[in-house]
């Protein structure tokens, strides 16, 4: 009898580490998660509601100026769109688990926003230089965001910016 006690309770122990390691559920929690995903869900329809992009042959890598005015014009719908996304995951708090990673998500969104609004910049001063770098730059930071959202158990919030 006491043998079978002592082997129910190894089993329990057992069980409860393998379902506290958080290897099961996503990195931030899985109430918080679900947050953060309807926050993304929320921005990619904003991305979506922005329409295309006016200028389908556009090279962002060797930008033609002529085009900046309206580049910059659908660059503005953009920005609106990333400053309430980074402003819907703010407000979502501090998740209960898996801090670093819920911060490189926000670091990266954050990213968008500057690199978003330095391209219309660059795009209104006709910098095409400036404005390449800066995709260059976008392009990095959608990677990250991506490696960020899937570390926190989130990887839906990449979807925003593809």
């Known amino acids: 009898m006491r043998e079978a006690r002592r082997i129910v309770a190894i089993t329990a122990l057992l069980s409860f580490v393998a379902c506290s390691n958080g290897s099961d559920g996503p990195a931030v929690g899985a109430a918080f998660a679900r947050r953060a995903v309807a926050a993304c869900n929320d921005a990619r329809a904003l991305k979506d509601a922005e329409g295309p992009f006016p200028y389908p042959d556009f090279n962002?890598?060797?930008?033609?100026?002529?085009?900046?005015?309206?580049?910059?014009?659908?660059l503005m719908k953009t920005d609106?769109?990333?400053?309430t996304w980074l402003e819907d995951m703010r407000a979502l708090g501090e998740p209960p688990s898996g801090n670093e990673a819920w911060a490189a998500?926000?670091?990266?969104?954050?990213?968008?926003v500057r690199i978003?609004?330095?391209?219309?910049?660059?795009?209104?001063?006709?910098?095409t230089a400036r404005f390449a770098a800066d995709y260059d730059e976008g392009v990095?930071?959608?990677?990250?965001?991506?490696?960020?959202?899937?570390?926190?158990?989130?990887?839906?919030?990449?979807?925003?910016?593809?």
């Open 60 to 74: 962002p890598t060797d930008p033609d100026p002529t085009k900046f005015p309206g580049v910059a014009d659908a």
């Open 80 to 83: 609106v769109t990333f400053t």
């Open 105 to 112: 998500v926000l670091d990266a969104i954050e990213a968008h």
């Open 116 to 127: 978003n609004r330095d391209q219309i910049n660059a795009a209104r001063q006709g910098d």
């Open 140 to 162: 990095a930071t959608q990677e990250a965001l991506l490696d960020a959202a899937t570390d926190a158990g989130v990887p839906e919030c990449a979807k925003v910016d593809r």
